[in-house]
């Protein structure tokens, strides 16, 4: 507790406990629409915490984040339809799936010195590829899909993970909070800061004597077992998998989007983006379907986007954050 | 035996056309070292307007193609000037998210314009083909590929003997010696982006021939653009090519041998590979 608090300004420990407060009692007030919009908020936050470990703190540019989603969700459904395996387990099965894969792709990748770009693009690779395989895996259903039997929602079960949007409100709830202290931690700690100087110029962290190759590894692993746990949920709250929509391309791309919206590297941003780019998202497919113009949903996103990195390329944390001075640390 | 000869054929052709595309995001990337992820867009914007040309005035695709990649020169040389020269030093994220943006308002543009429909263009001589030897070659594909090779070897004379051509290769040398010696980088940027641009709207009217046109393949061609440029060794026109006629060959016998659905798989078995076994690409240089 003490770490945790040390170096904090009052100002944002203050509204952070003001936010929790508030996300706390939310689904007492609010609707349920209002609660399945928040949980869809709370996926893309968690999700962008996860992949902003590896590129906003390590530097390493994932543009194939689906791949972990995909095997964490996968695995521990197809272990609950097949064995009817508790989905805690299966949980668990998927985020070592998802770890084996993660660090292979990166130990492959760092050791043949894949960098940069083509890194990224290695990782769309594996995403598709695996997105293609899982389409023709019959044991899984293929492209025609998995199917979770429906959940009775007359009473929450938290072991079965079968019960009501409010139920995962409040479990994704408490792994943002567990993200957000963990990357609060760990940029305190020492990995956090040869993660740091990683991103900031490789080649000076190697010469300074530390193991880049492992640390990047660890970055990568990290990022992908957090990435399968969200995936695993998703399994339970969808009832339903298809490997064109659970390893799109276009989740890779959802799932980076709100923490470099956000701020990339800072600890808040991606649960601000998450928050900005999901009600944006919403907002514009109500409107849309009122005024029903194919596509004018996307232009507006798009545009927005534009008008985000154009304006604010840091990111909207940074931003707001000194309009609510915030980092005024007592230091 | 035949029936593979004719197959591997028909994936060379295709492949030409996949080169002149690929070929569009390698000159981008090796001057200004910006991964176009709006490529695929682009090409479906061309698509369409050959489309609507092809109705309204009635043209043959083939003859279109100089307009339209004139058209895609002046919409990309726009896009470089207005707004990408900007993030030219800034992060790769920064950049990426610029060029996303740009990449949905394009697709969300065109589907919002015709609809969501899948269409093709009618040429007369569509189901002609070509008996060379007991190899069968389709009339379409064998003029897409001729296109195609034109294409390059025009962009290839331009950058070997026109004084612009020979000046973007030198900023793509060395940016800084480059503005040394007195030349417009910004402008030869442009001028780059206005070339990747055109080549990939020429390959869109080629294509066009071969498959159907719907807003939503935009992003599928972006990624073979990557798999064939990253094969071939980004920034290396041979490369390009190279790239194009192996992931040419590769689609057509894959789609044949196993599963037409499985193709894609096959490129990006391709790709994961050459990345691992070489890094840089069959005919790239190392960093």
Request: with cysteine; glycine share 12%; hydrophobic share 55%.
């Amino acid at each position: 507790m003490q770490e945790m608090l040390s170096g904090v300004p009052r100002r944002a420990a203050l509204a952070l406990a003001l936010f929790v407060a508030a996300m706390l009692a939310m689904p007492l007030f609010a609707g349920s629409y209002v609660v399945s919009v928040l949980v869809v908020v709370l996926f893309s936050a968690y999700l962008g915490q996860a992949w902003n470990i590896m590129m906003g703190f390590a530097g390493q540019l994932s543009l194939g984040h689906a791949l972990y989603v995909g095997l964490g969700a996968y695995v521990s459904a197809a272990l609950f339809v097949h064995f009817g395996l508790p989905p805690w387990i299966g949980m668990l099965a998927g985020m070592a799936a998802a770890a084996l894969a993660g660090s292979l792709i990166a130990a492959l990748s760092f050791r043949f010195g894949v960098t940069g770009v083509y890194f990224a693009l290695l990782t769309i690779a594996f995403a598709e590829f695996t997105r293609i395989v899982f389409n023709h895996f019959g044991w899984v259903g293929g492209s025609s899909g998995l199917f979770l039997p429906v959940a009775n929602l007359a009473r929450d079960d938290l072991v079965n993970l079968r019960g009501s949007p409010a139920m995962f409100y409040y479990i994704l709830l408490a792994l943002t909070l567990c993200a957000l202290a963990l990357g609060h931690l760990l940029l305190r700690r020492r990995v956090g800061f040869y993660w740091q100087a990683i991103r900031e110029d490789q080649e000076a962290a190697q010469a300074l004597g530390i193991d880049v190759f492992r640390y990047k590894i660890a970055a990568v692993t990290l990022s992908a077992v957090m990435t399968a746990i969200a995936g695993a949920l998703m399994a339970f709250y969808d009832n339903n998998l298809y490997p064109d929509t659970t390893f799109a391309i276009g989740r890779s791309i959802d799932i980076i989007t709100a923490p470099i919206i956000g701020g990339l590297g800072t600890l808040f941003g991606p649960i601000l983006g998450a928050f900005v780019l999901t009600v944006l998202s919403e907002t514009m497919t109500n409107l849309s379907s009122a005024i029903g113009i194919n596509g004018l949903k996307q232009w507006i996103y798009g545009a927005t986007l534009l008008a985000i990195v154009m304006l604010q390329p840091a990111g909207l944390w940074p931003w707001l954050r000194a309009r609510l001075r915030l980092d005024e640390a007592k230091r | 035996m035949l029936t593979y000869v004719s197959i591997i054929v028909a994936g060379l052709l295709t492949g030409c056309v996949y080169g002149l595309m690929a070929l569009g995001l390698s000159v981008i990337f090796g001057v200004t070292r910006i991964v176009n992820f709006a490529h695929g867009e682009m090409m479906v914007v061309g698509m369409y307007a050959v489309l609507v040309l092809n109705q309204k005035l009635g043209l043959d695709p083939f003859v279109m193609t100089p307009v339209i990649a004139a058209g895609l020169f002046v919409g990309g040389y726009a896009l470089q000037r207005g707004l990408v020269n900007r993030y030219i030093a800034r992060p790769e994220h920064e950049q990426f998210l610029l060029l996303l943006a740009v990449a949905i308002m394009l697709t969300s543009s065109t589907l919002m314009v015709f609809g969501p429909d899948a269409r093709n263009v009618q040429v007369d001589y569509a189901y002609d083909s070509y008996e060379i030897g007991g190899v069968l070659v389709d009339k379409v594909r064998l003029l897409a590929a001729l296109g195609a090779v034109g294409g390059v070897a025009a962009l290839w004379a331009f950058f070997r003997w026109t004084r612009t051509g020979k000046s973007i290769r030198a900023c793509a040398d060395n940016q800084v010696g480059a503005q040394v010696v007195g030349l417009d980088v910004k402008r030869l940027y442009a001028v780059t982006f206005g070339i990747g641009a055109a080549c990939v709207g020429a390959a869109g009217v080629l294509l066009l021939l071969l498959v159907d046109v719907q807003p939503y393949i935009a992003a599928d061609f972006t990624l073979l653009a990557f798999i064939i440029v990253i094969v071939g060794g980004l920034g290396s026109m041979p490369g390009a090519l190279l790239g194009g006629l192996l992931v040419g060959v590769s689609e057509a016998l894959s789609g044949f041998m196993v599963l037409p659905s499985l193709k894609s798989m096959f490129s990006f078995a391709l790709l994961i590979v050459v990345l691992l076994v070489r890094p840089q690409g069959l005919l790239g240089r190392r960093a």
